[in-house]
T-cell receptor
């Protein structure tokens, strides 16, 4: 079993739709959870960063962490064609180390 | 300056060549990373430097040799690579806190390496 599971998609939605992206994980020691957006042939860009369980909102983006279920989500409201990219979840242990584990990434296409 | 700058953007090298990838950041981050990313795959950690010292080597073959000359620069020296080493090589940096990851990574745009 992989430490972090993420459906690679692709996920295709119409413009204006609400997008839900999800990851599950197996190691309960993960404490820091991140979502990165990666456009083709570019490096990943940090979108959201959350610590432990709860919700965090930033504009059209909402990140949710449910540690009891080992499940994290990213919601995108009013999706735009410019949101078309690969979205990577990532998480880090709270052990003083620097190792971040990435999910496989979900490819999202928002159609105009 | 909130960027991580990587050079070159593209590199084609033969299996007997020696080349270097360079990474620079001026955000005061004291942790710097090299990642390797194959097409449609997540980034895979190669090396971590913390305060200019190598803290993690993910069992990377010795044909990859990292170097951190100062707190702003990170190099990756390449020698005798194989075609399967062709990939996007990403540099990242972060603050150093007890968790290690700080507020997440800032990635560069990467160097697309092709080994022929």
């Amino acid at each position: 079993q992989k430490e972090v599971e993420q459906d690679p998609g692709p996920l295709s939605v119409p413009e204006g739709a609400i997008v839900s992206l999800n990851c599950t994980y197996s190691n309960s020691a993960f404490q820091y959870f991140m979502w990165y957006r990666q456009y083709s042939r570019k490096g990943p860009e940090l979108l959201m960063y959350t610590y432990s369980s709860g919700n965090k909102e930033d504009g059209r983006f909402t990140a949710q962490v449910d540690k009891s279920s080992k499940y994290i989500s990213l919601f995108i409201r009013d999706s735009q064609p410019s949101d078309s990219a690969t979205y990577l979840c990532a998480m880090t242990l709270n052990t003083g180390g620097f190792k971040t584990i990435f999910g496989a990434g979900t490819r999202l296409f928002v159609k105009a | 300056d909130t960027e991580v700058t990587q050079t070159p953007k593209h590199l084609v090298m033969g299996m007997t060549n020696k080349k270097s990838l360079k990474c620079e950041q001026h955000m005061g981050h004291r942790a710097m990373y090299w990642y390797k990313q194959k097409a449609k795959k997540p980034p895979e950690l190669m090396f971590v430097y913390s305060y200019e010292k190598l803290s993690i080597n993910e069992s990377v073959p010795s044909r990859f040799s990292p170097e951190c000359p100062n707190s702003s620069l990170l190099n990756l020296h390449l020698h005798a690579l194989q075609p399967e080493d062709s990939a996007l090589y990403l540099c990242a940096s972060s603050q150093v806190v007890s968790s290690g990851a700080g507020d997440g990574y800032t990635f560069g745009s990467g160097t697309r390496l092709t080994v022929v």
